[in-house]
């Protein structure tokens, strides 16, 4: 079932996602060689908590940490661990803010230190992938207009779009209807509606876009090795046009 949120829901989710976006935006000088992502996930939480939030992903099915926190050829899901960063790394970090039972969602990726120039522009595709897609999310395109804007114009520069894990609608828990997935055709799938809140949140391949689970049942990564890169905001479908939840402080 598709909920669609009155103007006050909307407000809290907005509240929720600034709490979450500030704690990207303290990321960019926390996150630098030799930390470990461990240190990442218990930022975050201490963040999260110190501003009377909930880290909604603890016990979400399971998973047992504030974060996904996603390194090079893993695609998502990776547990934080002792796992120490070096450069030429790049790191998703996603996660989830509860307030008030609004849920806010996002992931940006980091690079550390000196990154070759392909993973680069990986990361640059893959951000402007993300706002090829929130630019179709307004009332009266279609589902499909999200996916087929983003993978046209990621596979244009030559990189994949991973299928096997798609954005969704999202409220007073983390994944609910509709889905949302980063490929399609224009024209396609479920009309949008003023009040639908969602995630758009493109991971994009510097090779082929198939994945391998690992044994933890959780995390993913590419099968053949090749970097992936993500960013993830959530938003609503609003009046005029998209409304970014989780949008930073001078984001671009
Ligand atoms: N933040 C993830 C997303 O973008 C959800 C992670 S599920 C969890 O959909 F179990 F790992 F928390
Ligand atoms: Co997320």
Not at 171 to 194: C, S
Request: aromatic share 8%.
């Amino acid at each position: 079932m598709i909920t669609l949120k009155s103007e006050r829901e909307i407000q809290t989710m907005k509240d929720s996602g600034k709490i979450l976006s500030d704690i990207h935006v303290a990321l960019r000088d926390f996150i630098k060689e030799g930390i470990t992502t461990k240190q990442i996930d218990q930022f975050v939480q201490e963040r999260i908590e110190a501003a009377d939030a909930v880290a909604a992903q603890i016990g979400y099915e399971g998973y047992q940490f504030a974060t996904c926190t996603s390194v090079n050829d893993e695609i998502c899901h990776g547990f934080p661990s002792n796992r120490v960063l070096k450069e030429g790394d790049i790191v998703k970090v996603d996660f989830c803010v509860d307030l008030n039972g609004a849920i806010s969602d996002s992931c940006w990726c980091y690079a550390i230190g000196e990154i070759i120039p392909e993973h680069e522009r990986l990361m640059e595709v893959t951000k402007e992938a993300l706002y090829r897609g929130i630019e179709q999310a307004k009332v009266g395109n279609r589902i499909g207009d999200i996916g087929h804007a983003i993978q046209t114009f990621v596979e244009g520069e030559g990189f994949g779009v991973v299928r096997d894990f798609i954005g969704h609608g999202i409220g007073p828990t983390i994944h609910e209807e509709p889905p949302i997935p980063h490929y399609g055709l224009k024209g396609k799938g479920l009309r949008l509606k003023e009040g639908m809140t969602l995630t758009i949140e493109p991971m994009v391949t510097t090779g082929d876009w198939k994945m391998k689970m690992d044994a933890n049942g959780w995390t993913a990564r590419t099968r053949d090795g090749g970097f992936c890169a993500q960013y993830e905001h959530s938003l609503a479908i609003g009046p005029e046009g998209p409304i970014i939840l989780t949008k930073q402080e001078n984001e671009i």
